[in-house]
């Protein structure tokens, strides 16, 4: 990134993705390889929920998403080597493991800078309203976000438009009034494409797709948004 802050007009709302934006997923791999599994399983079992949440959206299903996950785990999990013979207990330790997740590093300094700049914060996950409840309680951070929102109460996923017009709704804002910030290109593209502003946070330096709406902002990190908004 730029030593140059360069400034960013700041939205009326931001709407957090939780699930890797907000919550580090490295516990999960360590479950994985007590499992007698290979951590790196563990990318791919999430990356599987996500798509099997996707396609079941494009179906016009909206699915639960500890279904997906324990479903998923036994997709990844069969007849690999290693793999426990209980795949239903191992799957429930999967599930808690991923009910528990820690922040990463720069997320509370960084909610912290931009609620002290009169940002109004809500979430909007794919997972369930119980994961993300959970991670903003037990870290805190209830006076931060003024609605815990979950696609659970929406039509569909997203990056179903109709997920975005749930979370515009329930605030009663307009598109160009709120951004979405998310770690997941087709999340930030599904709010552009949706009318909303939108903020690709490159925590680990991956490189935004081309084929996809390019986000307004680019940041490494929740406090690098917040100096954007603050310059």
């Known amino acids: ?38 951590e790196h399983l563990a990318a791919t079992w999430f990356a599987g929920v996500l798509r099997d ?15 997906l996950a324990t479903a998923g785990f036994h997709t990844v999990a069969a007849g690999r080597p290693g793999a426990p013979e209980d ?55 209830d006076d931060v976000f003024e609605q815990v929102l979950s696609v659970a109460d929406a039509p569909l996923w997203k990056p179903d438009n109709r997920a975005y017009a749930y979370a515009l709704s329930a605030c009663e804002v307009e598109p160009e009034d709120a951004m979405l910030v998310a770690v997941h290109p087709w999340d ?26 390019e986000p307004e902002v680019t940041v490494d990190s929740l406090t690098a948004l917040a100096e954007r908004f603050s310059a």
């Open 1 to 38: 990134m730029s030593d140059t802050v360069v400034p960013c007009p700041p939205p009326g709302l931001l709407i957090f993705d939780v699930n890797e934006t907000l919550s580090d997923l490295s516990p999960v791999a360590a479950t994985f390889a007590e499992l007698g599994l290979p």
């Open 53 to 67: 949440g996707m396609a079941l959206t494009v179906t016009g299903e909206n699915p639960a998403f500890a279904d």
């Open 87 to 141: 795949l239903d207990e191992a799957a429930d330790r999967v599930v808690a493991t991923f009910m528990d997740l820690p922040l990463h590093p720069d997320v509370e300094p960084g909610l912290r800078a931009l609620a002290d700049l009169g940002i109004r914060m809500v979430t909007l996950s794919n997972g369930s309203t119980a994961v993300a409840q959970g991670l903003v309680e037990r870290n805190g951070l």
């Open 188 to 213: 930030t593209h599904g709010a552009a494409v949706a009318g909303l502003r939108s903020c690709y946070v490159a925590r680990t330096g991956t490189p935004y797709p081309t084929t996809m709406r």
